[in-house]
């Protein structure tokens, strides 16, 4: 019987160290040609200024097959709505049978930090002590998560959010073992002047920081934008930086932080150094000194989803988690 994981199970069942590794291996196997990954469909809800996304995904070995159903609302904030809504389908791949629906919008939180983080440890400084967070809201969340994971010698954390009151409340919900002096910075310069990692989490549509600004080493990851129009990141950024992206495909067709560079004719797609399958198969280096800036721009794929989810419903399967019910 399939079963029913809650937002709390999803929660209880996945670590981020986990998540990471079954990244690992699925960003391996698409490598390896061994996953069928459709570029989603962005569904436009216009009157309400919504966009829902469809990411079917299928891997061979080990098997899996799911779909995620991903909406974003930017209005929802101002309805102390979560800007996201996510519910996934997994399939037995072998017979197209339901296994399990889940909340999507933990699993997107976690595999969007994971992502970052897998990407973060091949791109950034092993002695990174400053972590800088653009944005406050769902993702800025886990994705410190992640960068915990990968730096161990953060000590300093600086957030910003043009909406200062989020900023605030993202302070004191810090978890007690967070071991970083974490303050609210006044500006995205002040992130930016002090910070050896970045994180862009926002719902901009346009730069959130000047990338002229940015120190020798530094390494960001650039979440927040997934439309070609969306250009969280600046030219400068891009031009200064080594850029890895999480799929070509994704990113040459979703982010205006590559697209619009290219479409001016400042940037090209042979100047993206590798893909995130590039890094984790060795096919490409990561990090190569010190002073290199870097960056990781991701826009999500259902590669990610499809290996969080897999390793809930098998966690879940072992753990007797889950509501099981009738279809
Ligand atoms: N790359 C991926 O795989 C992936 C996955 C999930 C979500 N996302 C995207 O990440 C973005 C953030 O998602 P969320 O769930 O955290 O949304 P959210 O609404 O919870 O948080 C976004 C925050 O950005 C802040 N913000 C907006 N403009 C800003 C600016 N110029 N400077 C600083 N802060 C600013 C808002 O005030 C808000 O607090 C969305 O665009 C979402 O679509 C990407």
């Given amino acids: 019987m ?15 160290e986990e998540v990471m590794e079954a990244l690992k291996e699925a960003f391996l196997s698409y490598s390896r040609g061994e996953t069928v990954v459709p570029l989603r469909l962005g569904l436009e809800v216009t009157p309400y200024q919504g966009i829902s996304l469809l990411m079917p995904s299928f891997q061979k070995n080990p098997d899996g097959l799911g779909v995620k159903l991903v909406s974003v609302f930017p209005e929802n904030v101002k309805k102390g709505l979560p800007t996201i809504c996510a519910y996934y ?11 399990a629906l889940m909340d999507g919008a933990m699993l997107t939180g976690i595999r969007t930090g994971a992502a970052s983080g897998l990407a973060s440890s091949y791109l950034g400084r092993k002695d990174s002590r400053v972590l800088g ?14 960068m915990k994971a990968v730096f161990p010698m953060l000590r300093e954390l600086y957030v910003f959010d043009v909406d200062k009151k989020r900023s605030a409340r993202f302070i004191e919900e810090l978890p ?6 974490a303050r ?48 969280e990141v600046d030219e ?41 399958s590039g890094l984790v198969s060795g096919k490409q280096r990561g990090r190569e000194d010190e002073r290199e800036i870097t960056l990781f721009k991701s826009v999500g794929t259902a590669i990610e989803d499809l290996a969080a989810a897999r390793l809930a419903y098998q966690k879940a399967l072992e753990k007797g988690i889950g509501l099981p019910f009738e279809i």
């Fill in 133 to 146: 967070l653009l944005g406050a809201g769902v993702q800025a969340r886990f994705q410190l998560e992640a």
């Fill in 236 to 276: 400068e950024t891009v031009l200064r930086s080594k850029v890895v992206v999480d799929t070509f495909e994704g990113c040459l067709s979703e982010a205006g932080e590559i697209l619009i560079p290219i479409q001016r004719g400042v940037f090209s797609k042979d100047r993206i150094h590798s893909d995130l």
């Fill in 89 to 99: 389908l997994l399939c037995d791949a072998q017979t197209g049978r339901l296994l």
């Fill in 184 to 231: 609210v910075a006044q500006s995205p310069d002040e992130v930016v002047s002090r910070a050896d990692v970045i994180v862009t989490a926002t719902t901009s549509r346009s730069p959130v920081f000047q990338g002229k600004l940015l120190k020798a080493g530094t390494h960001i990851n650039a979440i927040g934008g997934f439309t070609p129009s969306m250009q």
């Fill in 2 to 16: 399939p079963v029913i994981l809650t937002r709390e199970n999803i929660r209880s069942l996945l670590t981020m």
């Fill in 176 to 181: 007690s073992d967070l071991r970083m002096e």
